[in-house]
T-cell receptor, first 114, second 114 residues
Framework: DQQVKQNSPSLSVQEGRISILNCDYT??????FLWYKKYPAEGPTFLIS?????DKNEDGRFTVFLNKSAKHLSLHIVPSQPGDSAVYFC?????????????FGSGTQLTVLP | ETGVTQTPRHLVMGMTNKKSLKCEQH?????MYWYKQSAKKPLELMFV???????ENNSVPSRFSPECPNSSHLFLHLHTLQPEDSALYLC?????????????FGDGTRLSIL
């Protein structure tokens, strides 16, 4: 059973508009969340993260929101640009065990239309 | 350039072959990881090394054998693989495993088992 779910496999947005990518998780032990972006033939690139003690983290055009009670996080990109077209992965980290491990969602393909 | 280099980028091998995947990081990190990404599935953690010692092994079959000779290099030795082992293998590194440090990924090795 997937502990991190990205229920939308794809999303299309017009250039200049807001892109909202969603992620749900089931494990209440997760305390650190990350978003990665992946272009074809490249590895995932770290984008932005948020600790469970916060509900928002912003970096330029990218903002991540965390709703712990709903076990939901979202990534907002505004304004969206054609270069943002990529697969976006949500990941969550669990502090238990001998080493932090990342659990990934299956990704959302974002297409920003010019 | 992510600072994590994986070679080869593509590998085709028969089920009876022995080959190795190589990962090198130039970021001064002290933790390294192997992930597997099969088609239509999330990234799955295979191995974690911290300070050159294996700290996690997520029930990976013994036909996959990791080696971490120093904090900058990580290998994945492959022998008698199965067709279902065809996947993208990603290496990552981070500054520690216990802190809230993002993992930085290489571009992966696309492995095909004939």
């Amino acid at each position: 059973d997937q502990q991190v779910k990205q229920n939308s496999p794809s999303l299309s947005v017009q250039e200049g508009r807001i892109s909202i990518l969603n992620c749900d998780y089931t494990n209440s032990m997760f305390d650190y969340f990350l978003w990665y972006k992946k272009y074809p033939a490249e590895g995932p690139t770290f984008l932005i993260s948020i600790s469970s003690i916060k509900d928002k983290n912003e970096d330029g055009r990218f903002t991540v929101f965390l709703n712990k009670s709903a076990k939901h996080l979202s990534l907002h990109i505004v304004p969206s640009q054609p270069g943002d077209s990529a697969v976006y992965f949500c990941a969550a980290s669990d502090p238990s065990g001998s080493a932090r491990q990342l659990t990934f969602g299956s990704g959302t393909q974002l297409t920003v239309l010019p | 350039e992510t600072g994590v280099t994986q070679t080869p980028r593509h590998l085709v091998m028969g089920m009876t072959n022995k080959k190795s995947l190589k990962c090198e990081q130039h970021l001064g990190h002290n933790a390294m990881y192997w992930y597997k990404q099969s088609a239509k599935k999330p990234l799955e953690l295979m191995f974690v090394y911290s300070l050159e010692e294996r700290v996690e092994n997520n029930s990976v079959p013994s036909r996959f054998s990791p080696e971490c000779p120093n904090s900058s290099h990580l290998f994945l030795h492959l022998h008698t693989l199965q067709p279902e082992d065809s996947a993208l293998y990603l290496c990552a590194s981070s500054q520690g495993t216990g802190d809230d440090q993002p993992q930085h990924f290489g571009d992966g090795t696309r492995l095909s088992i004939l």
